[in-house]
């Protein structure tokens, strides 16, 4: 409770002296970022100390284990809090986690028989902290590695018919192949990812005219939005972002697919920054503003994560593209980062811009740990800017 209190008044103190403009890209101190991830974090897990109690859903009457997609993503931002702030208690909390789980994937028949990305995203934390025990712990992975091996053992490549999958298992393929130093699974990656992206629905969800992606087939054209432009969902295109920085980020510089993943950020985060809005966030739908418009913080915080990772790593111009982040960021710490840590304006679980409505600063979505997720690494490749 103590470290709670000391981040509320930093933050407290950040917010009382920081620019009054809600559009201000003024570039923010070091410190207050940290200080903004740790606040966000600490509610959370001071609220979850338990990582692994079920995930009430009561509109649902139900309840979700708590190593589902959602949960996932909120220890894949853990991670990079960890690697700027390397507290062991944070990776103590994800230690616990996968222990409680037995290491095992959702809704998998003996913890590892499914082929569903959603159902394989914890893998990619089980496999982090595999490569980080020294000891390699082979528990760890045995049951994300068994899932991907049976999906390896067959030519299907056609999984992945929804653009979040593409976050939630593509990584997993880099991290098994640096792990075995077996190069097909950088290729099985690839095939599954240029599937999605040229083949499903009518011509692939891509559309290379916008630079953006459809979320599934029931957006292709000739599906509207009312203002007659097409539905690119926010956190959708997001979860594209996301998945591109994190396999630059693991795959070895040498691996001849790495261009595509360069290119398809560089693209996407110029068609991006068009239509940022000008208080800093972006709206759940990116071409038609007045279709449930207003700030969202998850497809914001992915946005701009993958444009700082490519500043950081000299795929996008710094002069360019450092007002739209600090926007963001600046945006997204003032209006949703609530004084006790909770994040407001977090679109709630979906497919598309009417889902989980109205998000607003007060609300709180169906689960609460991914928008989380996207904040902490937005927050992290920042810090590292700075």
């Not at 994800?94 to 893998?123: F, I, P, S, V, Y």
């Not at 049976?150 to 992945?160: G, L, P, S, V």
């Not at 040498?254 to 208080?279: F, I």
């Not at 950081?312 to 360019?320: F, I, R, S, T, V």
């Amino acid at each position: 409770m103590y470290r709670l209190f000391i981040s509320l008044l930093c933050l407290t103190l950040l917010v009382g002296c920081s620019n009054s403009d809600n559009t201000s890209s003024s570039r923010p101190e070091k410190e207050e970022v940290l200080d903004a991830l740790r606040l966000a974090n600490d509610y959370f897990m001071n609220k979850w100390s338990d990582p692994s109690q079920p995930i009430p859903y009561p509109s649902r009457n139900k309840e979700y284990e708590s190593n589902l997609w959602t949960r996932a993503y909120y220890y894949e931002g853990l991670i990079d809090l960890w690697k700027i702030d390397p507290q062991q208690l944070y990776l103590d909390y994800t230690l616990e986690w996968g222990n409680k789980h037995e290491w095992g994937l959702r809704n998998a028949a003996e913890g590892w028989m499914t082929r569903n990305a959603d159902n394989q995203c914890a893998g990619q934390t089980y496999l982090f902290l595999y490569e980080q025990n020294p000891g390699k712990p082979a528990h760890y992975i045995e049951n994300i590695k068994r899932s991907i091996d049976a999906m390896m053992e067959t030519d299907k490549i056609d999984d992945w018919n929804w653009i979040d999958a593409i976050q939630m298992a593509m990584p997993i393929f880099a991290q098994i192949g640096n792990i075995t130093g077996d190069t097909v699974y950088y290729n099985r990656a690839y095939d599954m990812y240029m599937h999605t992206k040229l083949h499903h629905g009518d011509n692939g969800l891509y559309n290379p005219e916008d630079q953006l992606w459809w979320r599934d087939a029931d957006f292709d054209p000739p599906y509207t939005e009312p203002n007659g432009e097409d539905c690119y969902w926010s956190r959708g295109n997001g979860w594209v972002v996301v998945a591109m920085a994190r396999m630059l980020d693991l795959l070895p510089e040498d691996e001849p697919h790495r261009g595509e993943y360069e290119t398809m950020l560089m693209e996407m985060s110029e068609a991006l920054k068009k239509v940022q809005r000008e208080d800093g966030f972006w709206n759940v739908s990116l071409h038609d503003p007045n279709n449930y418009g207003g700030k969202e913080l998850t497809g914001t915080a992915m946005f701009i994560y993958g444009m700082a990772y490519g500043v950081n790593n000299g795929l996008l111009d710094k002069a360019e593209y450092e007002p739209v982040i600090y926007k963001a960021w600046n945006a997204m710490v003032r209006d949703s980062l609530h004084p006790n840590g909770f994040l407001g304006y977090v679109q709630g679980t979906g497919k598309e811009p009417k889902e989980a409505q109205p998000v607003t600063y007060e609300r709180e979505p169906d689960f609460d740990d991914f928008g989380l997720g996207a904040f902490l690494m937005a927050g992290e490749e920042i810090y590292k800017m700075l």
